[in-house]
C-alpha cells in the first residue's frame, strides 16, 4: 500500500480552483502547513475552505486569506485574523460563522453518512436564517445538515505507509473527523514510520479513510 506515499506537488494536483476543501487545526496547531504552502505557491484560487478557525495572518490558513486564495470561509470564529474581517467587510470574501460544535456534529454527520441531526443551538438567532425548525416536546431544535467537501488536508503526528494515524495532544482537534468527510482525504505526515511500526491500540484515524500520504517539510 506504499503508493499512498507521493509527492507533495502531485498529492496537491488533486486540488482545484473552486473547490470546497476541509482544513485541519486549531488556530494553526495541527494545520499541514506545507501543503498549504504549496496551493499558495500555485495560486490555487476561489477556494471555499471549511475550517475551525481562520488562524492568523502568516500561519495556516492565514496565509491563503491574505493571498486572497479564498471566496468563502466556513467557520466557528475569524478574531485571531485581521484580515478576514478587512475582507469581509469589504466584501471579497463571504465568510459564515457556524457553533463549533454544530461545525463539529455536521462533519462528522457527512463522515458517518447521517442525514442531519437536532441541535437548540441557535435558534432564536441569525445561525436559524433559512434553515428548519422542529419542535420535540415544546423545545425548538434546528435541523442541521451534513458538511462535505471536495478535499480534506489534514496532518498526522505518526503516520504509517498505510495512513494509519496518530495524532499528539492538541493536534487533534478537527483532523479525524475531516478525514472521514471528504472526497479525496490527504494527510501530512510530521513522521513516517512502516507499517506495524505503530501500537494500534493508539490509532486514531484508520488508513482506510487516507488517499494520499505526504511528508511534511518537503
Known amino acids: 500500500m506504499s503508493h499512498k506515499l507521493v509527492a507533495l ?4 494536483d ?17 494545520t499541514p502547513e506545507a501543503i ?19 488562524a492568523m495572518p502568516g500561519v495556516g490558513i492565514g496565509k491563503l486569506i491574505t493571498n486572497r486564495l479564498v471566496t468563502k470561509t ?3 470564529h475569524i478574531g485571531l485574523n485581521p484580515e478576514t474581517g478587512q ?12 457553533p463549533q460544535g454544530t461545525l463539529a ?8 453518512g447521517i442525514g442531519g441531526f437536532l441541535t437548540p443551538t441557535g435558534v432564536g438567532t441569525e445561525v436559524a436564517d433559512g434553515k428548519q425548525i422542529i419542535v420535540l416536546d415544546e423545545i425548538a431544535y434546528l435541523l442541521e ?7 480534506a488536508i489534514i496532518r498526522g503526528s505518526v503516520v504509517d505507509m498505510q495512513g494509519n494515524i496518530q495524532y499528539h495532544g492538541t493536534t487533534r482537534n478537527f483532523n ?4 472521514t468527510a471528504a472526497d479525496i482525504v490527504i494527510v501530512e505526515a510530521e513522521t513516517l514510520v512502516e507499517v506495524g511500526e505503530m501500537d494500534a491500540n493508539h490509532i486514531v484515524t484508520p488508513g482506510l479513510f487516507i488517499d494520499y500520504i505526504v511528508r511534511g517539510g518537503e
Open 9 to 12: 506537488s502531485s498529492a496537491v
Open 14 to 30: 488533486h486540488i482545484k480552483d473552486g473547490m470546497t476543501i476541509m482544513i485541519g487545526g486549531f488556530m494553526g496547531v495541527g
Open 36 to 54: 498549504i504552502d504549496q496551493i499558495v505557491a500555485r495560486g490555487i484560487k476561489n477556494l471555499t475552505v471549511i475550517a475551525n478557525d481562520n
Open 74 to 76: 466556513i467557520a466557528t
Open 87 to 98: 475582507q469581509m467587510i469589504a466584501k471579497e470574501l463571504e465568510v459564515e460563522l457556524i
Open 105 to 112: 456534529e455536521r462533519i462528522r454527520a457527512a463522515g458517518a
Open 145 to 151: 445538515l451534513p458538511l462535505k467537501a471536495d478535499v
Open 176 to 179: 479525524p473527523i475531516m478525514a
